[in-house]
């Protein structure tokens, strides 16, 4: 049997007032899709911010193909045949692929100060071609989709002659067609012997993809299984610590209230055509469809985001004109964005700040000086209703996992008392256990008279969630559905067509 690539024992990690790992285990073998899981905060990142030589180690060993290994940064780990493909793709988008995969080692014409394109395209094709791709390395890297930038950062990573991969989320913003490619990619590297780490939430991909599958939780190794020898009964209590139901779906306490909102024949660009829907108090209304079909830039034309084209916006039987973000604030409609540590945090300040941000004239005296303690107090109160693990209010969001981040968000607009909730995949990037307390949350938020508007791209969360399923394909609403009758099929067979209109709701 071969030697293993990898290999990390009692390895810790501590930062102030965490410890992030405790006598971690792990091994990596050539030629193997060895997947880690966890939920946010278990230390995966932190392991592998470590073998790429972001972070340092405080104790333990880690052998490289049997010898002792120092990763002081990440051209170390570079050398050591380690790359990493992070969830945000670290590109530049004005670039063309092969700019991107040979930055800073680009092929010169004799002489040494002339870039040598022709040379720089053909070592890129070149790469291409050993995975199979058809692919154009002239092309600029702002022009493609996320799966053909992602497709630029594995061939920017063996460009290093990488023998192990960390995919960190690789599939979190794909459909399932870009899904299929990339495992076709990923089998591809299996059989010339790369050693991949793959981290996923979703639980779906584990068994399709994985060799051999560790968990980790709060920092300790809880165990390493063969994927062919295990499920996801033994996995999940693993991960979480309790027992997680994945296939109960959401049951409404009692009858819906009065239409909210409303939208009428709402146009914006190619993407939003002649769309119409209304949502209640305290329903839950999902939005399906595949990637492109139009539903972000749906919400963020209500939300004021986008400028519409035509259209009426509807908000308790009275027409409302929504120019921007703050009119839609002033009419009581709150957005969550699926990029919430872009557009929906300030990651660098702390709880307190990012709770409080959305209605600083109410903790304001007539002075227009703000008052620290009313704003400690609705800070407080969100934290404990919202069940937000943090060591304080003082604590930076950025140091937060990603459920806790989501849940700051949603409190910030429980602060501004909204009564209509855009969340935009509400749980991407979010492991099992948070997506239970998310799911929770969204289910509080409906019994509270709040009418929550849900776009996702897992159809098993959309089923379960959803009162009503709006469905999507190209700018286009193609079908409305009873949530509680409603099938993947269903929903996969309306997101594919075109025209038609169909309501079974």
Known sequence: MAEPIIVVRNLSKAFPGVQALKDVQFDLYPGEVHTLVGENGAGKSTLMKILSGVYQRDTGEILINGKPAEIHNPRAAQKL????????????NHLTAAQNIYIGREP????????????????????????????????????????????VEIVKALSFNARVLIMDEPTAALNETEVEELFDIIRHLRSQGVGIIYISHRMDELFRISDRITVLRDGQYMGTFRA????????????????????ARRIPEGKLGEVVLEVRNLNRGRLVRNVSFNVRKGEILGFAGL???????????????????????????????????????????????????????????????????????????????LRPKKMQAAAEKQVETLSIKTPSLMQKVKFLSGGNQQKVVVAKWLVKNCDVLFFDEPTRGIDVGAKQEIYLLLNKLASL????????????????????????CEGRITGELDGARATEEEIMKLATQRETMVKTA
């Not at 790359?83 to 530049?92: C, D, R, T």
């Not at 014409?109 to 720089?120: I, Q, S, Y």
Request: overall charge neutral; some cysteine.
């Open 228 to 247: 062919s020898e295990t499920n996801l009964d033994q996995i999940i209590p693993l991960m979480v610590g309790r027992k997680i139901d994945e296939t």
């Open 81 to 92: 045949g380690i790359s990493i493909i992070h969830q945000e793709l670290n590109l530049m």
């Open 291 to 369: 990637m492109g079909a139009g539903r972000t830039e749906t919400a963020r034309a209500v939300f004021g985001a986008d400028p519409i084209d035509s259209g009426e916006i509807i908000v308790k039987g009275k027409k409302v004109v929504i120019r921007h973000p703050r009119d839609a604030v002033r009419h009581g409609i709150g957005y969550l964005s699926e990029d919430r540590k872009r557009y929906g945090l300030a990651v660098g300040m702390d709880v307190l700040d990012n709770i409080c941000m959305t209605d600083l004239p109410t903790f304001m005296n007539a002075m227009g000086v």
């Open 449 to 472: 008279g709040k009418a929550v508007v849900m776009i996702s791209s897992e159809l098993p969360e959309i089923l379960r969630m959803s009162d009503r399923i709006i469905v999507m």
């Open 108 to 151: 010169r014409k004799p002489g040494g100060f002339v870039l040598d394109e022709k040379a720089l395209n053909a070592q890129a094709r070149k790469l291409f071609e050993t995975l199979r791709m058809d692919f154009d390395p002239r092309v600029k890297v702002g022009e493609l989709t996320i799966a053909k930038q992602q497709m």
